[in-house]
């Protein structure tokens, strides 16, 4: 068995990710927006090559491995926009990559990530651990994992959007409203951004990490957790690395329904006219439905656009799914 090496993120490995990866992608905009008559600000990481934040922890993950690691290759978990932001490096950089994907997922993303060059190893979404798949996979392939948000060096390439989105102001921001899957984002800024409250916002049922802070211990969905349409918001539980970092620095508690994401998603479409997901939404929902006090310099993070067409078209039109 090939072991993990353990080590904390740290501010100092998120200026150095962003150095990284500001050498290879332009920043993304942070865009002016009204909410409630306040003037704040959107950051749209929707515009990134895979759509998504997720390349930033995916190019900082693989840029750190030793060259024996990358002959061995990489194994990654994810629900589509992770897939893609390690296909994407692991492509650039020579490395095999072999991800581990819901059967379930958005046929966009899986088809995106197969489009990137990376082997897809499917597993069923109820009814199979995509943890145990993973330890599997990377036992026989004897890979590095790649997890989507318990990394250190995945935290901190995230947090690089922090970096930017100071650059960007003129300083910190007041707080930053973070789409929340495992809290791999939301523990990058608050690192990135130590003067910044970092708020937390999941789907209703999901909210795993909301839940952790708020009994400062790993919680783990239920038996019968509620559908959501925000399917990359949907982690079984954050981890140990993220809670440690996000324990006293976050707010807990904020959800949003699937009814305040998809008005979120046609906001973002005609104010914006940017396309975002459902789980990349969620920040800007909680905005909107006046679950957050704003100010002039709070950030709205919308961290994803990956979204099939008939979808997007029908929440759009205000019908629901299709």
């Known amino acids: 068995m090939?072991?993990?090496?353990?080590?904390?993120?740290?501010?100092?490995?998120?200026?150095?990710?962003?150095?990284?990866?500001?050498?290879?992608?332009p920043p993304t905009p942070l865009l002016p927006v009204e909410i409630a008559?306040?003037?704040?600000?959107?950051?749209?990481?929707?515009?990134?090559?895979?759509?998504?934040?997720?390349?930033?922890?995916?190019?900082?993950?693989?840029?750190?491995?030793?060259?024996?690691?990358?002959?061995?290759?990489?194994?990654?978990?994810?629900?589509?926009?992770?897939?893609?932001?390690?296909?994407?490096?692991?492509?650039?950089?020579?490395?095999?990559?072999?991800?581990?994907?819901?059967?379930?997922?958005?046929?966009?993303?899986?088809?995106?990530t197969r489009a990137l060059g990376a082997e897809i190893v499917l597993y069923e979404r109820p009814g199979e651990d995509r943890d145990e798949v993973a330890a599997r996979e990377v036992e026989r392939r004897g890979a590095v994992l790649v997890h989507a948000f318990?990394?250190?060096?995945?935290?901190?390439?995230?947090?690089?959007?922090?970096?930017?989105?100071?650059?960007?102001?003129?300083?910190?921001?007041?707080?930053?409203?973070?789409?929340?899957g495992g809290g791999g984002l939301a523990a990058g800024l608050a690192l990135a951004c130590p003067g910044s409250a970092i708020v937390p916002v999941e789907p209703v049922g999901w909210d795993m990490v909301g839940q952790a802070l708020a009994s400062r211990e790993i919680v783990r969905v239920g038996a019968n957790p509620p559908a959501t349409i925000c399917d990359a918001l949907q982690p079984d539980a954050t981890k140990p690395i993220n809670l440690a970092v996000l324990q006293d620095r976050a707010e807990p508690g904020i959800t949003v329904t699937d009814e305040e994401?998809?008005?979120?998603?046609?906001?973002?479409?005609?104010?914006?006219?940017?396309?975002?997901?459902?789980?990349g939404a969620a920040a800007l929902a909680a905005a909107l439905a006046g679950k957050v006090?704003?100010?002039?310099?709070?950030?709205?993070?919308?961290?994803?656009?990956?979204?099939?067409?008939a979808s997007f078209a029908a929440t759009i039109a205000g019908t629901g799914a299709p």
Do not use: Y
């Open 2 to 25: 090939i072991r993990e090496t353990i080590r904390m993120p740290t501010r100092e490995g998120v200026l150095a990710a962003a150095q990284s990866i500001a050498a290879i992608l």
């Open 261 to 279: 994401v998809r008005a979120a998603q046609r906001f973002a479409f005609s104010t914006l006219r940017l396309v975002v997901e459902p789980g």
């Open 37 to 112: 008559g306040v003037r704040c600000h959107a950051k749209a990481e929707t515009l990134q090559p895979v759509g998504a934040f997720k390349i930033r922890g995916g190019w900082w993950r693989l840029s750190n491995l030793t060259p024996e690691e990358r002959k061995r290759g990489v194994v990654a978990v994810s629900s589509g926009n992770h897939a893609q932001g390690v296909a994407w490096a692991a492509r650039r950089l020579g490395i095999p990559a072999a991800i581990v994907m819901p059967r379930n997922a958005p046929r966009v993303k899986l088809e995106a």
């Open 293 to 309: 006090t704003l100010d002039e310099r709070s950030v709205v993070m919308l961290t994803g656009g990956n979204t099939d067409a």
């Open 150 to 180: 318990g990394d250190a060096w995945v935290i901190e390439g995230q947090g690089s959007a922090g970096i930017e989105i100071a650059a960007q102001l003129g300083g910190e921001p007041s707080r930053i409203l973070v789409c929340c």
